[in-house]
């Protein structure tokens, strides 16, 4: 097995080419990680969600990681972590190109909303009042590449 590190433009590469990271927050000496659905443009990774367990975890403790990674074909695989600070991108005056930005980048995928909107045992929501964008800007990335 080889292994080798990855630049930074090709972890930057990787980040854009995928679509589910897993996100990592912490808050009062508790870990925690969910599968996310997600967007990357210009070091940032936009997301979207519901209230709930993250979303409060991130407003207590901004500093998050993402990890992004591939499995291929025999004992090769690829694998990123993104680190940063969370900024929520709420729906009120100072924030509103940032949010539509969020949007546009987002909805560029079939059904980019259900992940984040709806919830175990839930219907899909019926208006967007409780709709949480938000995004993260990375300001450390490294990443890994395994090759039998």
């Not at 990271?21 to 979207?48: D, T, V």
């Not at 995004?135 to 039998?148: P, Q």
Request: charged share 25%; proline share 5%; aromatic share 10%.
């Amino acid at each position: 097995m080889h292994i080798k590190s990855l630049s930074e433009a090709e972890c930057f590469s990787f980040l854009e080419s995928n679509r589910l990271a897993r996100l990592c927050c912490s808050a009062e000496n508790q870990p925690y990680a969910i599968p996310l659905h997600y967007a990357f443009k210009n070091h940032f990774i936009y997301a979207f969600s519901m209230p709930g367990r993250k979303i409060d975890m991130m407003r207590k403790n901004p500093r998050v990681a993402l990890l992004v990674d591939e499995l291929k074909a025999g004992r090769n695989w690829k694998s990123i972590v993104a680190e940063g600070v969370f900024e929520e991108l709420p729906n009120r005056i100072g924030f509103k190109i940032e949010r539509d930005h969020a949007w546009s980048l987002l909805s560029q995928h079939a059904n980019w909303w259900e992940p984040g909107a709806i919830k175990p045992d839930m219907s899909v929501p019926l208006d967007d009042t409780k709709h949480i964008f938000f995004r993260v800007a990375i300001d450390r990335i490294s990443g890994r590449e395994g090759a039998a």
